[in-house]
């Protein structure tokens, strides 16, 4: 906790007043360019990842980087989405997943969160991606089946993305674009998931188009 303390004070002392008149500007309002959706795990930093400023992304995170699909039950990533969509206009959405991720683990071996009702409760939308990787990976090792499992688990939170009202008008709109990453953590790649070859390929070779813009 002390760590945490002097980090405050040397924003407010050092970090703040250098950024003032930003700061000023942010509190007029936001208007961040996507949605991005992760996991919780304490490693995953975003905005070292994707080298953006305050005020650009409005961030959802939790075990698994999982978006429940739509119920009329209200729960908290459910009444971000909506309010991302239908108030703030985001015109992207992202879910990033990344390696070594315990939920994801936790979902290939259930016998590793007993005991943790609402974990395996939670780890429950990640069903489909499990049956997957049951059937088409059954014979792969443990680390393939892994990543098989982070990757599948990305693709499904995608589709319940889309039985999200306002999400599903905006895309008939052609308003907004989904976007599913997974992040390396040992080696710092992302890659991105292109739906027409249905791989993950790096995102300078699946974004080079807009790059070259």
Known sequence: MPNFVKGVIHFQDVVFPEKRAFFEKLSEGQRPEALFITCSDARIETAMITQTEPGELFICRNAGNIVPPHTHHTGGITASIEFAVAVLKVPHIVVCGHTQCGAMHGALHPESVVGLDHVKEW????KAALS???ELGKDLAEEAQTRMMIEQNVILQLQHLRT????ATQ???RN?????????????QVEAYDPTTERFVPVGEHYQNRLEE
């Open 171 to 173: 895309l008939a709109r």
């Open 132 to 134: 997957i990787v049951q």
């Open 123 to 126: 780890l429950g939308y990640s």
């Open 176 to 188: 907004i674009e989904l976007h599913g990453w997974v992040y390396d953590i040992r080696t710092g």
């Open 164 to 167: 999200h009202p306002s999400v």
